[in-house]
């Protein structure tokens, strides 16, 4: 089955700076490539995603790029605010099977 | 639109005993998904249901688990004979469509302690 690796577990930033966070799969038939953002006490959130046809994607600050050879897909969030303090997964899945999330990066941004 | 809620949201156990989670789902989805999460870990899939089947389970929903969306609306997770082990967050999500490729919606989770 398919296998998520994300890191880094934790990352601190100061405001402004960018962050990014990385993951890997295992599962070449992967094709839809979810990042989520989970506050404390909360379910887990959308926040952008790619489809395996796609290389890029960018909405405002967040951007997600994906390297289908490599199995490896990135979340890349620029000038960052404090609340974008979070948990964030990272997943994967294709259409006949469910969704699987990495562990989790948790950022702090501070100001 | 008053999104995916979970019932109840926290439970307290003793080893052994039964517990119930259930989950209503955002009307018009026909899709309805369980997850556990631990302290520090991503959500880890359990099982899934379009309308009322029940398409997939995972190898971590052991024989004391049985979940059930028997009119294909809200849907119940149900744990046997309770572990400790079994101490968790129970997370219930949502989707439109007939695909796992589209947007998960998340309750805010049902958290179970077993003592």
């Known amino acids: 089955g398919e296998n998520v690796e994300q890191h880094p577990s934790t990352l601190s930033v100061q405001e402004g700076d960018s962050a990014v966070i990385k993951c890997t799969y295992s599962?070449?038939?992967?094709?839809?490539f979810p990042w989520y953002k989970q506050e404390l006490g909360k379910g887990p959130q959308l926040i952008i995603d790619?489809?395996?046809?796609?290389g890029e994607k960018k909405d405002q600050r967040i951007a997600v790029t994906l390297n289908k050879t490599a199995k490896h897909f990135s979340l890349h969030i620029t000038e960052t605010q404090p609340e974008d303090s979070a948990v964030y997964f990272c997943?994967?899945?294709?259409?006949?099977?469910?969704?699987?999330f990495g562990k989790g990066t948790t950022l702090s941004v501070s100001s | 639109d008053t999104g995916v809620s979970q019932d109840p949201r926290h439970k307290i156990t003793k080893r052994g005993q039964n517990v119930t989670f259930r989950c209503d789902p955002i009307s018009e989805h026909n899709r309805l998904y369980w997850y556990r999460q631990t302290l520090g870990q991503g959500p880890e899939f359990l099982t899934y249901?379009?309308?009322?089947?029940?398409?997939?389970k995972s190898r971590l929903l052991s024989d004391r688990f049985s979940a059930e969306r028997p009119k294909g609306s809200f849907s119940t997770l149900e744990i046997q004979r309770t572990e400790q082990g079994d101490s968790a967050m129970y997370l219930c999500?949502?989707?439109?469509?007939?695909?796992?490729?589209?947007?998960?919606?998340f309750g805010e989770g049902s958290r179970l302690t077993v003592l």
């Open positions: 599962d070449s038939a992967s094709n839809y």
């Open positions: 249901f379009q309308n009322e089947a029940q398409l997939e």
């Open positions: 999500a949502s989707s439109r469509g007939a695909s796992n490729t589209g947007e998960l919606f």
């Open positions: 790619i489809r395996s046809n796609v």
């Open positions: 997943a994967a899945s294709m259409a006949g099977t469910a969704l699987i």
